[in-house]
């Protein structure tokens, strides 16, 4: 985000906030998206993204999966995660030499509460799959998945090729948002 728009949101947060506590009532449409201020709470306004909850890896060589290294989530005390967050996976775009008409990369999100994932489960399935298609492969995708409060304390994200093409040369990126 440039500087300007954080000076701005914060400019526009501060007024909201000194408003209610002035016992000024604002309408919900108006905070919650049916006016100009903070119209990205459709989205839940979670753009931010930390490098340090951000991890890639390179897209699996023939018929096999890879996956991501685990991202940590910090549960609490009670294991609940109760930190708004979404997971955002991306998924480049395949040439028809990484996938072939009518083959497919699936990308499915397991969960564990151990960093090595000895024990994992299946999060959410299949939450992208790209099919070759026309001779040109398949397009770039993205996903965001509203992390729940039931997630154990690790996250990945695995790819599974179901044919012979080569795709090592492309990467998945997998960041929390915030």
């Known amino acids: 985000m440039n500087q300007r728009l954080l000076i701005l ?3 526009v947060v501060t007024v909201c906030v000194a408003l209610i506590v002035s016992g000024i009532e604002i309408p919900l449409e108006f905070l919650f998206g049916g006016g100009t201020c903070c119209a990205m709470a459709y989205s ?5 993204v930390d490098a340090g909850l951000q991890v890639s890896k390179a897209l699996p060589n023939g018929a096999a999966t890879v996956a991501t ?11 609940t995660f109760t930190v708004p967050c979404e997971l955002l996976i991306q998924a480049p775009a395949l040439v ?3 996938l072939a008409d009518t ?3 699936t990308y499915d999100i397991y969960h564990d509460d151990a960093a090595g994932f000895g024990t ?3 999060l959410a399935g299949a939450v992208i799959v790209q099919t070759g298609a026309g001779g040109a492969g398949a397009a770039a995708a993205e996903y965001r998945f509203a992390i729940p409060s039931t997630v154990k304390s690790y996250v990945r994200v695995k790819a599974t090729n179901n044919h012979s093409g080569d795709a090592s040369d492309k990467s998945m990126t997998v960041s929390l948002l915030f």
């Not at 839940?44 to 931010?48: A, D, P, Q, V």
């Not at 991202?71 to 294991?79: F, S």
């Open 120 to 122: 994992e489960t299946l």
């Open 44 to 48: 839940r306004g979670l753009n931010i």
């Open 103 to 105: 083959k497919t990369m």
């Open 9 to 11: 949101l914060g400019l």
């Open 69 to 79: 290294d685990g991202i940590k989530l910090n549960n609490g005390d009670r294991d």
């Open 96 to 98: 028809v030499g990484d």
